[in-house]
């Protein structure tokens, strides 16, 4: 058996005293468990250590200074044994190292007790976590050249990193009423950057979208005579939006936009051009953000 405790005697003790306390310590440990110092300077490979000292003042007091591995080790127990002047010197150390014994064997219990540490599974790092979300709100602006304003509607869903990055894709209809009524719709996909942290007060965010749309018109003369053609138009959008956070998860948001689509129509009644829709247009918009 490998040495367990080593016991530290006064190197003026009488031989058998020492093999008292190290033959009832053994009894308890097993053989070969405690083995014994006679010099403190002596390394020795060994789980505890304690130190057995008197009291010239007390001859009949032992003191034991229970350690960690060795006579510099933290101490992680003290005990002091009293007899009588009739106890015999070899029965009182077979009792200090029955003591001895009973302190490792506490210790033993002790690291046994002791809940392993939890383990919990590693956590991703910021950068890697995603979230997503979806936007819906009312937009407005120019329709044509000239002329009333369109009013529409918009939503918006989109998903974005911890580290700003934001894909989107966005459904739009507005429409135009007057003497020539116009109608929109569009489909844009789009990435963008987003500020601020997730659960801020005050976010913002830009995206940059390939832009899908089809363009309605009609008209109906005096007469009663109805009218109407589409046209396909391709191009980009920039947008910025800002966001003011209501609720947990519940954002309030505002936005403005401009887009560049192609071609450029000019709508004709009676072979006369009435209006013309630009190549590039703003809008703004504003509605609700919910964040999942």
Known sequence: MLPVVAIDVPSELAPAAAESAVGSCENAIGSGGCPLVRDPTDRINVAWYATVRSDPELPFQLRIDFRSHSAAGPTVAERTLIFSETDPLESRWASVG???????????AAARASPAPERRPPQAQARHQWWWGVDAGALTGP??????YRVGALARAWTTAASGFIGAATLRYAERSDVVALTWWSLSTGVGVRLGPRRGAFGADLVGDLVVERMFVSTTDQLRHHDTGSQNRIGARIGANASLQLFEGLRLLGGVDASALTPAVDIAVKSSVVATEP???FALSSGLRLEF
């Open 98 to 108: 029955l003591i001895i014994a009973g302190l490792v064997a506490a210790q033993d």
């Open 143 to 148: 329709g044509a050249d000239h002329g009333a």
């Open 279 to 281: 190549t590039v247009r």
